[in-house]
């Protein structure tokens, strides 16, 4: 449909449908760095138990194997913006890709336990990239009407990534006879599981080559005619492209290269904007989600699941995970962000309760009593969906809008290292604390869940329907 207003001003955030076709081919592809990393981060799901088989290692080394990539995460993130300012976004996926590539490669062919847990660092790294770049970039090629429904695609594409695996990780199983260990094609079946994961990288790094590179970083190596057309790409000819070149260039003279240094300031070490994106970070992990996610079948069966039901579950919550995050694409610009964050805090905080309440309850031999048995499962199921249509999506969006342009790759890059972090310590600390109490841990995500609510009504503030040049 043809639009007969007038061409916008300077400023203006007028969207052209005739161009969103477009714009959600790129957000789409760039998104495939989250499929990656959200198929990377749970296909381990179905080889935690072949891997203490196999290696015959206690579940304090096996928590450390399965937790180690998040360390390459976190180095991954950390250096993605600067290496990204340097060399390009695009050309930073493309290198994520064959990270990528090799880590499945490695992973499902490896010879010791350190090999295996080698691969998985570099594997961390390819994630950490893509959790930078990924959101980052769709940021930047996005018009700010469509901007948090396009930046959600990045938790879109992670969630199905999630389901994806658990989906293949199932139908292996199945292949090899319900056993982790079964022989198939050659190896044993979670080395398949993680070796399959080499198709969906192939695929990012092609697509990468599809899709044209940021204006922004366009403009900063002055490459002035190709950004404007990226723009038109983008925005369309009724946008005045060169009053939208001035005012990103405008907004870039006052800006360097952002750097850690950039982000110093204030009485706490770093600015308070930087440590906002930090507690938003944190909070999303230590409600215990990735344990939803890595863990899942190993948590089933201690409760007494079958072994395939356990998959069977993991690849339900997958599901709702999905539904959850469609909800927030469909309402993360129509409501805010921050009314999302708060209603999720508040869904999750109820199911992480329910969830402490039931495993309080004694195995009865080997399994939970039907009805807290029955609450575990749908009180997960209602965790991971409010988790979804919240946290999931609005932080990822957050991050990529809430800091001013002059510090947003550094300070992208340190709350997405502090995610990471937060997500190896509740990973690395889960099998511990479950067998210390498993009630008590989900008292302590509970609580996490419940301190969420106060943290956002305080100190976020929202960011729908803000030009990034706007925020500062």
């Known amino acids: 449909m043809t639009s007969t207003a007038q061409a916008p001003q300077p400023g203006a955030r007028t969207a052209h449908p ?12 760039a998104a495939m760095g989250g499929f990656l990393f959200g198929y990377d981060s749970a296909v381990i799901n179905g080889a935690v138990e072949a891997i203490r088989s196999r290696y015959d290692i206690g579940s304090a ?29 695009i050309r930073c996926m493309q290198i994520s890709a064959v990270l990528f590539t090799v880590s499945a490669v490695g992973s499902a062919l490896p010879f010791a336990l350190w090999d295996l847990a080698f691969w998985r660092i570099i594997g961390g790294f390819a994630i950490g990239m893509a959790s930078v770049i990924g959101p980052a970039y769709i940021a930047e090629v996005s018009p700010a009407a469509y901007r948090g429904r396009l930046g959600s695609f990045q938790q879109a594409a992670i969630v199905i990534g999630i389901a994806v695996s658990q989906l293949v990780n199932w139908g292996i199983l199945n292949a090899a006879d319900g ?14 599981m993680l070796g399959v994961m080499v198709i969906p990288a192939v695929l990012y790094g092609l697509l990468s080559f599809a899709i044209p ?23 369309g000819d009724k946008v005045d492209l060169n009053a939208r070149v001035v005012e990103i260039e405008h907004a870039m ?30 909070f999303q992990q230590f409600v215990g989600i990735n344990v939803a996610f890595y863990y899942s079948s190993t948590l089933w069966q201690s409760v007494g699941v079958d072994p395939t039901e356990s998959f069977l579950y993991s690849f339900t ?40 309440w039931a495993f309080s309850y004694h195995l009865v031999d080997g399994k939970l009593p ?12 209602v965790f991971v969906l409010f988790f979804a249509l919240s946290w999931g999506v609005v932080v990822w969006v957050f991050l990529g809008e809430m800091f001013p342009n002059k510090i947003r790759a550094a300070a992208l890059g340190v709350a997405a290292s502090a995610q990471w972090i937060a997500n190896w310590a509740i990973t690395a600390s889960f099998p511990s604390l479950a067998d210390w109490n498993l009630s008590g841990t989900y008292v302590i995500y509970a609580i ?20 990034l040049e706007e925020m500062g």
């Open 18 to 29: 005739e161009h969103l076709g477009h714009v959600i081919f790129i957000a789409a592809a």
């Open 61 to 89: 080394t096996l928590a450390q194997v399965i937790a180690i990539a998040l360390i390459g995460c976190a180095i991954g993130a950390a250096t993605a913006g600067r290496i990204a300012d340097r060399i390009g976004r």
């Open 179 to 192: 056993d982790q260990r079964g022989q198939l094609l050659g190896v044993e079946a979670w080395q398949v």
């Open 213 to 235: 590179e940021s204006p922004r970083f366009l403009l900063s190596i002055g490459k002035r005619e190709r950004a404007r057309e990226v723009l038109r790409e983008v925005e």
């Open 253 to 282: 003279k006052s800006e360097h290269k952002s750097t850690f240094k950039d982000l110093l300031g204030g009485g706490f070490f770093f600015k308070p904007i930087v440590w906002i994106g930090i507690g938003l970070s944190v």
């Open 317 to 356: 919550t997958s599901i709702i995970n999905i539904v959850g995050t469609v909800i927030a694409m469909i309402f993360v610009d129509r409501i805010g962000r921050k009314p999302l964050a708060l209603i999720g805090s508040v869904g999750m905080a109820l199911g992480l309760a329910l969830e402490a």
């Open 370 to 381: 039907a009805t807290p048995g029955w609450v575990a499962l749908v009180a997960a199921h």
């Open 448 to 467: 996490f869940a419940t301190l969420s609510i106060p943290f956002v009504l305080k100190f976020v503030k929202e960011t729908k329907g803000k030009a």
